[in-house]
């Protein structure tokens, strides 16, 4: 898919105050570690991640996302009465019925006109937002729009760390299905999607591309009982890391070659590249096998984890915030979900 007429006007974003570092995790996997004879350090030596991010008590994944609303507003100095259309897209969720889309409506206080649902697509909700988005832009059926997403992983976190903890039929074996849920974090993010027109940034979006492996949907799966995800649920995560990894790039690999074909970009084209984060291993395979610049990697996982469905528009935000991403910069955005879902997005920044 190529656009003539779309820009992302900004990002916007929302960092939770709990911080919690991969040795205080540790701390409190002390049973399980010392049952199974573990040594400490091992998740931040396996993953890159020094510490992520939680929600305090009781906060809603719709109050996040609309931190990050509020946010991006303010940064691009748009009046949120020209946002005609919120899509909510994080893995976190209120509730299942209405759509927390309502919520985060309510809290930014657009107008009633502006059209609002929820979008799920695990990590990949935010750029099938944009992409969503876009295409109104393009065919003149909204001139802003505005992608959300508020990601609470503090209850994951809790609920396998004590499962782990109390279950004593976990071995080694079996730990390693649960690695990843120990490696996400909390955050929250937003993108203002506008025409050509009604933009002053002139942020353009050039080309999106996908590609999907479904076959392998089973490598990474979660649920929750409660349907949100909030203080009062029990969500789980069942993920085989190595397969997922190598499977993962594997697609993402055929998405580039899709990417290159509509963007008329190659390996050599992007000044910055804004990722998925997910952990070390992740990206020096990514990188590694789509032949980019490992230099060019923008990481954030090693402060904030795998902040699902946040992680690469807080990563752009970030970027944009500390010089990194520059006016004028080819920006590619390269997303991996599980499914296996893989997005590519060309910016000329």
């Known amino acids: 898919m190529r656009y003539e007429g779309v820009c992302i006007e900004g990002f916007g974003y929302a960092l939770p105050p709990r911080v919690v570092s991969s040795d205080e995790l540790e701390e409190w996997l002390a049973p399980l570690y010392m049952r199974l004879g573990l040594c400490r350090g091992r998740l931040e030596l396996m993953s890159g991640i020094r510490q992520r991010r ?6 809603l994944p719709s109050q996040a996302a609309a931190l990050a609303g509020e946010d991006a507003l303010k940064k691009t100095r748009l009046d949120r009465r020209d946002v005609q259309c919120l899509i909510n897209c994080s893995v976190s969720r209120d509730f299942v019925e209405p759509a927390t889309s309502t919520a985060v409506h309510r809290l930014l206080g657009l107008e009633d006109y502006a059209l609002n649902f929820d979008i799920s697509n695990a990590c990949l909700g935010m750029s099938t937002a944009i992409q969503v988005l876009a295409n109104m832009v393009e065919l ?13 992983a503090g209850p994951l976190v809790a609920n396998t760390v004590a499962r782990l903890n109390d279950d ?5 074996k079996a730990l390693k299905g649960q690695f ?10 937003a993108a203002i999607v506008t025409s050509r027109e ?7 979006l050039l080309a999106a591309a996908g590609y999907s492996d479904t076959a392998s949907n089973s490598l990474c799966q979660g649920d929750t009982r409660g349907g949100g995800m909030t203080d009062d649920s029990a969500p789980a995560m069942e993920t085989d890391s190595q397969e997922l990894l190598h499977r993962g790039v594997a697609a993402a690999q055929r998405m580039w070659e899709r990417f290159k074909q509509e963007s008329g970009w190659n390996e050599q084209t992007p000044d910055l590249v804004c990722t998925h984060q997910v952990g070390k291993a992740h990206s020096a395979l990514l990188f590694e096998t789509l032949g980019i610049d490992a230099e060019k990697d923008c990481r954030t996982f090693p402060e904030l984890g795998n902040c699902g469905s946040a992680s690469w528009p807080v990563t752009c935000a970030l970027a944009e915030e500390n010089g990194r991403l520059k006016k004028g910069d080819r920006l ?18």
């Open 140 to 152: 003149g059926q909204i001139r802003c729009g505005m992608a959300v997403c508020g990601e609470n």
């Open 54 to 59: 939680f929600w305090n008590e009781g906060f």
């Open 198 to 204: 009604a933009s002053r940034s002139q942020h353009r």
């Open 332 to 349: 590619a955005v390269l997303a991996i979900g599980s499914g296996i879902n893989c997005d590519g997005l060309a910016l000329q920044w």
């Open 168 to 172: 004593k039929s976990i071995t080694r």
């Open 180 to 189: 990843a849920s120990l490696t996400i974090g909390s955050c929250a993010a």
